[in-house]
């Protein structure tokens, strides 16, 4: 007898080298990076409703992203030395089959530059606006509302102006229910 599927709405995939228990940047940021990401994977795992998986690699992330791709799946990542995070994104959001909306984490503000222009996509280097974001999902009638306001916040914050269609919640190929027998892996 074939297992029926559980309804499970989301689950986080978040990529961020910095996971990594080597150095990255070879200087002061590795600790203080390290250490961050720390902080919001603790406060995730007591606070929020869905798993959670970090991921040091693209393609980690990419893997588990085709396994998980009947779900929901919010997307996290860092911006990465070479716009990793952004090749991530673009992957993640083919396999999954729409422009999803995307947090991206920097340090520096200068990636705003093009963040605000790439599509359903926020930027944030502020511990609240992770958590806010992750909490946009805790209730499915009403995270449109929640993460429309948290765009609202956040350009606010940053003086920007996001690049957002009303199809960033989209999830083509989200599985409410059926037999796990009956999806390809």
């Given at each position: 007898m074939s297992a029926t599927l559980k309804r499970v709405e989301y689950?986080?995939?978040w990529r961020d080298d910095n996971f990594s228990s080597k150095p990255i940047f070879n200087n002061k940021f590795d600790e203080i990076f390290k250490k961050?990401?720390?902080e919001r994977l603790k406060y995730i795992n007591q606070n929020a409703k869905y798993n959670i998986y970090p991921c040091e690699?693209?393609?980690e992330?990419?893997?588990l992203v085709k396994?998980?791709?009947y779900n929901?799946?919010?997307l996290i990542s860092n911006v990465g030395k070479n716009l990793e995070g952004k090749n991530f994104i673009d992957q993640a959001?083919?396999?999954i089959g729409n422009d999803v909306i995307a947090l991206f984490m920097a340090y520096k503000i200068s990636h705003l530059d093009w963040i605000k222009n790439y599509k359903n996509a926020i930027f944030s280097n502020q511990p609240k606006f992770y958590e806010d974001y992750l909490e946009c999902f805790y209730d499915k009638y009403y995270a449109r509302d929640k993460i429309e306001r948290l765009i609202k916040k956040i350009e606010k914050f940053y003086g920007v102006k996001f690049n957002f269609n009303d199809e960033y919640l989209d999830y083509p190929n989200f599985k409410r229910y059926g037999k796990y027998g009956d999806l390809e892996f």
């Amino acid at each position: 007898m074939s297992a029926t599927l559980k309804r499970v709405e989301y689950c986080v995939i978040w990529r961020d080298d910095n996971f990594s228990s080597k150095p990255i940047f070879n200087n002061k940021f590795d600790e203080i990076f390290k250490k961050f990401l720390q902080e919001r994977l603790k406060y995730i795992n007591q606070n929020a409703k869905y798993n959670i998986y970090p991921c040091e690699t693209s393609e980690e992330a990419l893997g588990l992203v085709k396994r998980k791709r009947y779900n929901k799946i919010i997307l996290i990542s860092n911006v990465g030395k070479n716009l990793e995070g952004k090749n991530f994104i673009d992957q993640a959001r083919k396999i999954i089959g729409n422009d999803v909306i995307a947090l991206f984490m920097a340090y520096k503000i200068s990636h705003l530059d093009w963040i605000k222009n790439y599509k359903n996509a926020i930027f944030s280097n502020q511990p609240k606006f992770y958590e806010d974001y992750l909490e946009c999902f805790y209730d499915k009638y009403y995270a449109r509302d929640k993460i429309e306001r948290l765009i609202k916040k956040i350009e606010k914050f940053y003086g920007v102006k996001f690049n957002f269609n009303d199809e960033y919640l989209d999830y083509p190929n989200f599985k409410r229910y059926g037999k796990y027998g009956d999806l390809e892996f």
